[in-house]
């Protein structure tokens, strides 16, 4: 096809490709793109998305057609926040169905395969045609995204595991058929041989159920990495969900409407009410409120925002009206670089290609070669071309992937057993494969390392003052609001019902006052509590420890005499401190990176015993301290929950996020924490090298078992009963390596 261009001038856009098995098609999807004059391609294989930039004069549905012509059905992308559509999850579905049709038929047919080649009295008149029932469905239809892949593979000259499979299978397939439709396919009469050799040549040959076989075990495979591709893909779309759909525009006469957030302009004043997800980042004109900034900074507390303070887009206002004047839309706000991060980080990933695949590259076209010369060299040799066809093929077979198919399932599926009874979720292999050299460990603060939970932590009363009083007080006029802190003061009163309050007052970005049996009570910050009022000694110390600590302080005033201070923290868990030392003694470096302000994030690394802190960073901020560190030679697993934690999650060597976090950080992360203890950290780390390491031996064994039997079918000793019990016992091999993994954990 040829692209006419334009070169004075730039435009980006995406469309999204299917059809892509591995990481080697998304770089032929990139190649087929960067031929074109100009145009400078990146193809996300885990999102399937093509980002393009091209001269002006390129049209992207020219370049839709090109790609589709290579191969991979190309069209224009819609955003997440415009389709829900999830292509991993389709392709696992139609995975499943394959893979659940496959195992059905592969059971009857193995059974009978091994019973009419290990005892042909057994054999009935048609028994042929019951094998090949059986067998057409599993190797034409279940394993046609091989077959396809392949035939892709062969019209660009590439080799990867689909061709490896694909030829296998087919070879497999034919030779059976051969041998029960033809007789033996050696040539001569049973009994014109002699020798060990000849009489072993004159077995049947039935690989049926190797054909079947290796279709279900890669199925298997695929269908578990497609449903992990779509978990991680997840945090795309979770991310999109968070933005505000619509927005409550101010006109020039100072009435409202609604328009869709994507239509907003900057420049343009809009209203945000209490509970309401600010569209925008902009600069806030009138009002002031809370504003929890948790899921773009990280930051525990809310932030009080006033007029001249800015805002970002994705957090929510928690109380008061705003108006706000966008400063930012579109892709040039906060939460659009959020997304962006996630998809980039992402993008790194994917670029990895598989072991399986990287080996495949060069076992495939050897193998194949190896076939080409056994059945010149027999023919050549003996003048016979059934023999060396026969060689030949059973090279192709005996090279077939049976335990190779099995090698990551496997070593995963036991992995993901038990981790969850250990409270640990593998969600995939691929990012894996560095955990061996992890030697940094990147800590996320709240609702990491703390509860994420505001909760009083301890009262003070002036003298002559009752503590429960002052809680009881305090929680009965803070019943009235829905701020952070409230909450967390109504909440200390346990089982206990709060007394009912009166003429009850909300005092935006100070506090709250109100009636509670007669007496006037008002809590909120020490400055707007006790301005004009005298502060006992003791609170004022209270209060001085308690700030130095990085803990909040609220005072508490009954008929306007400051008689009370109530210190709110985020506690630290229980498990971190040992969690933290567990990882040092494992010589691993610990880092708390966080949004919140430096204080408070000392104090909290201080009483876990991290050394390092980075403090008031942004999500952007965490994905350059894991960019800066690996630059340094530093390969870093990231620990998080929070939705701001998505980028660095993803962008980490190794992502493990708190199981009860947001759908953001579980989606970016590669290991899920399922329970609420960080003492499943060292333990996910311990986790994952052993199956990494176990998935490693696999792959060895897989292989060497092909490379070893091959010069055995080179030199036609190769029997099916022989083969079919190698191809058993390295199976057998490889599923007990991978068992051994249940008892992980159990010292």
């Not at 969690?579 to 494992?586: D, E, F, G, K, R």
Request: proline content about 3%; charged content about 20%.
């Amino acid at each position: 096809m040829t692209v006419s261009v334009a070169p004075d001038s730039v435009q980006r856009f995406q469309f999204d490709v299917d059809g892509m098995s591995c990481g080697s098609c998304a770089a032929r999807v990139e190649t087929t793109l960067n031929k074109v004059d100009g145009v400078h391609a990146s193809v996300n294989f885990a999102t399937r998305v093509a980002t393009v930039d091209a001269p002006l004069g390129v049209d992207i549905d020219d370049l839709c057609r090109l790609v589709t012509a290579a191969g991979y059905p190309a069209q224009p992308r819609q955003s997440a926040a415009e389709s829900d559509a999830d292509p991993d999850e389709r392709y696992a579905r139609s995975l499943l169905v394959r893979l659940a049709v496959a195992a059905v038929l592969f059971v009857p047919l193995a059974d009978l395969s091994v019973m009419f080649a290990v005892v042909p009295d057994t054999r009935f008149t048609g028994w042929q045609w019951v094998l090949t029932a059986l067998a057409a469905p599993i190797v034409t239809w279940a394993a046609w995204p091989f077959h396809a892949a392949a035939v892709r593979n062969a019209r660009h000259g590439m080799a990867t595991m689909e061709t490896l499979i694909s030829i296998g299978v087919t070879a497999a397939t034919v030779w059976s058929l051969a041998t029960m439709f033809s007789g033996s396919v050696w040539g001569g009469q049973s009994g014109e041989t002699e020798g060990v050799i000849d009489a072993l040549l004159g077995s049947d040959s039935i690989y049926l159920e190797v054909a079947a076989g290796v279709t279900v075990f890669i199925l298997a495979g695929r269908y578990f990495e497609a449903r992990a591709k779509s978990k991680a893909g997840s945090a795309l779309r979770a991310l999109a969900a968070l933005g505000a759909k619509s927005v409550s525009i101010l006109l020039d006469d100072d009435t409202e409407m609604e328009i869709p957030a994507t239509e907003l302009k900057e420049g343009r004043r809009f209203v945000v009410r209490p509970g309401q997800t600010i569209a925008a980042d902009g600069l806030v004109i009138e009002g002031s409120a809370a504003v929890d900034m948790s899921a773009m900074t990280g930051e525990s507390r809310p932030a009080d925002v006033a007029p001249g303070g800015s805002v970002i887009g994705g957090t929510v206002v928690l109380d008061g009206r705003l108006i706000v004047e966008a400063a930012a839309v579109g892709a040039d706000t906060h939460f659009a670089g959020m997304v962006r991060l996630v998809e980039e980080a992402q993008t790194q990933k994917a670029n990895a290609q598989r072991l399986a695949d990287r080996i495949s590259a060069v076992f495939v076209p050897i193998v194949l070669t190896l076939a080409v010369l056994t059945a010149v060299g027999w023919i050549a040799a003996t003048g016979d071309v059934h023999r060396g066809v026969a060689a030949a093929l059973a090279v192709v077979v005996i090279a077939c992937p049976c335990a190779l198919g099995l090698a990551t399932p496997t070593a995963m599926m036991v992995a993901s057993g038990r981790g969850a009874q250990l409270g640990i979720f593998l969600k995939g292999h691929q990012a894996l494969e560095a955990i061996r050299a992890i030697d940094t460990v990147i800590f996320d603060k709240t609702g990491t390392l703390t509860t994420g939970q505001a909760a009083v932590t301890a009262v003070v009363a002036a003298a002559g003052q009752d503590e429960d009083q002052i809680l009881e007080l305090a929680a009965a006029v803070e019943s009235g609001s829905e701020h952070v802190l409230a909450r967390a003061v109504v909440g200390s009163l346990g089982d206990r019902k709060h007394r009912p309050v009166t003429d009850f007052h909300a005092h935006t970005g100070n506090g709250v006052s109100g009636t509670v049996d007669g007496v006037h009570v008002a809590v909120g910050r020490p400055a707007w509590v006790d301005k004009g009022r005298v502060v006992p000694a003791d609170l004022a110390i209270a209060r001085k420890e308690s700030e130095s600590r990085g803990e909040t302080v609220v005072f508490v005033s009954v008929d306007d005499v400051v008689c009370g201070a109530l210190t709110i923290a985020d506690g630290v868990k229980d498990s971190a401190a040992a969690a933290v030392a567990a990882l040092h003694a494992a010589g691993l470096r610990t880092v708390l990176v966080t949004g919140d302000n430096a204080r408070t994030a000392e104090v909290i690394a201080a009483q876990v015993g991290i050394d390092e802190v980075v403090a008031e960073v942004l999500p952007e901020g965490k994905v350059e301290v894991i960019d800066r560190l690996r630059q340094q030679g530093r390969v870093v697993a990231m620990v998080g929950d929070g939705i701001n934690d998505g980028p660095a999650l993803a962008r980490a060597d190794l992502g493990l996020a708190i199981g009860r976090g947001t759908d953001v950080a579980i989606g970016a992360a590669d290991i899920i924490l399922v329970r609420d203890d960080l003492s499943a950290v060292p333990l996910a780390l311990g986790l994952a090298r052993e199956t990494i390491r176990t998935i490693r031996m696999n792959m060895v064994w897989a292989f060497g078992y092909n490379v070893a039997a091959i010069p055995v079918a080179m030199a036609g000793l190769l029997n099916p009963l022989i083969a079919g019990a190698a191809m058993a016992f390295s199976s057998f091999l490889v599923v007990s390596n991978s068992l051994r993994i249940k008892k992980f954990g159990r010292r």
